[in-house]
């Protein structure tokens, strides 16, 4: 029975804003508790910073770069806020059908090309990560024909349509891609390694 699956297209750089990371410093060192005889109050703890004021810091947007080999791409995150923003670990990947409905591809993240660093990431600067899929024929059951790619930086909550650039460069783009499941790598700071996997 044939499967008709929206992905995510690439389609034009959204804006998404990404968690920044404060940096921390220094150690300190507990003074040893003098004797007391009063009764001391225990102290609530902070309430965890909310991902949407987190997600203030920073713009992203999202290109997914097919390569000549076929069967991945090479995906950039790039910071086109005014402040820098800090990211780490895996890129979230989504895909929608043509009539812009979600498609449940099987998504796993790989530590490749390695763990993923702390990156710190100035505007205008971008971090990579591999995505590689399995194609499949448009008539089997278990193939999804994405039309749209949405990617969440990690640490945010909220999905950028990505750009799919197709094999050749330019002004060519992805509108199909026919896939029955995905692994995506880990954000580094550079291409080097990330699609060599």
């Known amino acids: 029975m044939r499967k008709s699956i929206m992905v995510l297209t690439a389609a034009a750089f959204l804006p998404l804003t990404l968690a920044a990371c404060g940096s921390g410093g220094g150690t300190t060192t507990a003074a040893a508790p003098s004797p007391s005889s009063s009764t001391e109050t225990p102290v609530a703890p902070a309430a965890a910073k909310k991902p949407v004021e987190a997600e203030k810091t920073c713009t992203i947007k999202a290109d997914l770069n097919t390569q000549p080999d076929g069967g991945k791409a090479l995906l950039a995150l790039t910071n086109t806020g005014t402040g820098p923003c800090t990211l780490q670990g895996w890129p979230t990947v989504g895909f929608l059908a043509a009539n812009d409905s979600a498609i449940k591809v099987p998504v796993k993240k790989v530590d490749q090309p390695g763990a993923g660093p702390k990156i710190v990431l100035e505007p205008g600067r971008s971090a990579f990560a591999g995505v590689k899929w399995t194609t499949c024929d448009k008539g089997e059951d278990t193939c ?35 896939v029955s499941s995905v692994e995506v790598g880990t954000l580094q700071p550079s291409t080097q390694g990330v699609v060599a996997w």
Not at 147 to 173: L, N, R, S, W
């Open 144 to 178: 999804f024909v994405a039309t749209t790619v949405k990617v969440t930086a990690p640490g945010t909550t909220k999905p950028v349509v990505a750009d799919f650039i197709g094999a050749e460069g330019g002004g060519q783009k992805v509108t199909q891609l026919p």
